[in-house]
T-cell receptor, first 115, second 118 residues
Framework: EAGVAQSPRYKIIEKRQSVAFWCNPISGHATLYWYQQILGQGPKLLIQFQNNGVVDDSQLPKDRFSAERLKGVDSTLKIQPAKLEDSAVYLC?????????????FGEGSWLTVV | AQTVTQSQPEMSVQEAETVTLSCTYDTSESDYYLFWYKQPPSRQMILVIRQEAYKQQNATENRFSVNFQKAAKSFSLKISDSQLGDAAMYFCAYRSQAYTGANSKLTFGKGITLSVRP
């Protein structure tokens, strides 16, 4: 079974530029999560989708961050304009919803450095 | 809202020895799930072990076991026969019983860096 795929793995941009990250969840997983992990901290949820609908985006900085999940499969997370404090690893994760407590599987992450 | 606390930022263990990583959490729910994830330098989150709150028996996975104390809201991870490959960050995480909706997300602690001395 293929895992959660993310790209690009690494990105360096200047502040005020824009960047987009792509995620392809495990086949059949209805729920998709984007987490932000700043160095030395635990991951923080940015946005959660169930199929193509947003379930929770309470911690997404909506003035600069946006995300979409077209057709309930792939997802894109965009940052525009980027700030220095956006430097982090962006982790995409997915889970199936058929059984309570299903494991959440993570991708390898997209490392963003804003200079 | 649920919170997860990992108060030890770093720990070190000698190869082949045993180490215990601590975690406490706060919740008003009676049914939930607890997890330990390992994060090597590659940054991918790898599931180590999970515990269902309704189960009294502590979960075990090979060299990894937990001490789950529901009343004390404590969930520690014991690594036996430590190996060099165990060196990584370890995160304790909480998940509500709900498997859909906003309560299905993972809430993480700050993590602990484990180093293994040869």
């Amino acid at each position: 079974e293929a895992g959660v795929a993310q790209s690009p793995r690494y990105k360096i941009i200047e502040k005020r530029q824009s960047v987009a990250f792509w995620c392809n969840p495990i086949s059949g997983h209805a729920t998709l999560y984007w987490y932000q992990q700043i160095l030395g901290q635990g991951p923080k949820l940015l946005i959660q989708f169930q199929n193509n609908g947003v379930v929770d985006d309470s911690q997404l900085p909506k003035d600069r961050f946006s995300a979409e999940r077209l057709k309930g499969v792939d997802s894109t997370l965009k940052i525009q304009p980027a700030k220095l404090e956006d430097s982090a690893v962006y982790l995409c994760a997915s889970s199936a919803d058929r059984v309570s407590g299903n494991t959440i599987y993570f991708g390898e992450g997209s490392w963003l450095t804003v200079v | 809202a649920q919170t997860v606390t990992q108060s030890q930022p770093e720990m070190s263990v000698q190869e082949a020895e045993t180490v215990t990583l601590s975690c406490t959490y706060d919740t008003s729910e009676s049914d939930y799930y607890l997890f330990w994830y390992k994060q090597p330098p590659s940054r991918q989150m790898i599931l180590v072990i999970r515990q269902e709150a309704y189960k009294q028996q502590n979960a075990t996975e090979n060299r990894f076991s937990v001490n789950f104390q529901k009343a004390a809201k404590s969930f520690s991870l014991k690594i036996s026969d430590s190996q060099l490959g165990d060196a990584a960050m370890y995160f304790c995480a909480y998940r509500s019983q709900a498997y859909t909706g906003a309560n299905s997300k993972l809430t993480f602690g700050k993590g602990i860096t484990l180093s293994v001395r040869p």
